[in-house]
């Protein structure tokens, strides 16, 4: 069967037209659906295989980049979404659907933030989230083409497959993944949830420009503990034919766009739950 996927709109979601598009290039359905209908009953997620949360401006980021649609994800669809992740069903956040996942909670959701929390002095405290999305390091909207590479330890069910870096472009102003600290930062390594880092065009380490915003550790996109989730700043979306990449007519080689392979894995992956 075809695996169908959710995108998710909302006031404000931009991108969702092309998402929906990278679907079905990819080989599967998708359906744009407005957040309201699925919290009124006329759309469910159990029955759909994959859920998108595009990119945009949510809510018109009154409340900060997000904030808006993760109250209502948490509060108005929390036990929807969460069976849906719990079955294993691929969940995407791009940009502002990333920075949504974030402060829904769901990302990066990983086991050792379930630790009981410790103030400076030991004493129980309160619990911080293992990583944020702020403002990035330039002070500025960064819109430019990057290089992405996956994580070969990742658990990320979206980057399979992915052998070569990706170029695919970014356009966002609060894109910055910050880990809580240093014992944070190594846990979501070590749990495999470092899904995507930026890099050099040569593949190397990614200093500015070529790491947009300042990310901890180059991370453009993080996962799940289980690989099912993934969220990542650059927009896949916008490069999944050749004609979309600004060298197309002097690179003939390019038969696809790179931010094809993403929705690809993601629809195979589904197709075979």
């Not at 069976?83 to 959701?109: E, S, T, W, Y």
């Not at 240093?182 to 070590?190: E, K, P, T, V």
Request: charged share 20%; glycine share 12%.
């Amino acid at each position: 069967m075809t695996p169908k996927a959710l995108v998710l709109r909302a006031p404000g979601i931009n991108r969702d037209e092309d998402a929906a598009a990278a679907v079905e290039l990819a080989g599967g359905l998708a359906d744009r659906v407005h957040v309201n209908r699925v919290v009124a009953g006329g759309a469910r997620l159990a029955d759909y295989a994959l859920l998108i949360i595009p990119g945009g401006f949510s809510y018109g980021d009154h409340l900060g980049a997000g904030k808006l649609l993760a109250v209502d994800l948490a509060h108005r669809l929390g036990e929807q979404l969460a069976a849906f992740v719990a079955d294993g069903r691929p969940v995407i956040g791009i940009c502002n659907g990333f920075q949504v996942l974030v402060k829904a909670g769901i990302l990066p959701g990983s086991a050792a933030q379930s630790q009981e929390p410790r103030t400076a002095s030991g004493a129980p405290g309160a619990a911080a989230p293992l990583a944020t999305l702020t403002d990035n390091a330039s002070g500025q909207f960064e819109c430019r083409w990057v290089h992405l590479a996956a994580d070969a330890a990742s658990r990320c069910v979206f980057t399979r497959g992915l052998e070569r870096p990706i170029e695919v472009p970014v356009a966002h102003g609060e894109g910055r993944f910050v880990a809580r600290d240093c014992a944070a930062l190594a846990a979501l390594r070590a749990s495999g949830q470092v899904a995507l880092r930026y890099v050099a065009p040569d593949g190397g380490p990614a200093a500015y420009p070529a790491n947009p915003n300042g990310s901890d550790d180059a991370i453009a996109g993080v996962c799940n503990p289980q690989g099912n989730v993934l969220g990542l700043m650059p927009h896949p979306e916008d490069a999944i034919v050749a004609h979309q990449h600004p060298r197309w007519s002097r690179e003939p080689w390019r038969s696809a766009g790179d931010g094809l392979a993403i929705f690809q894995s993601a629809v195979r992956y589904a197709a075979a739950l």
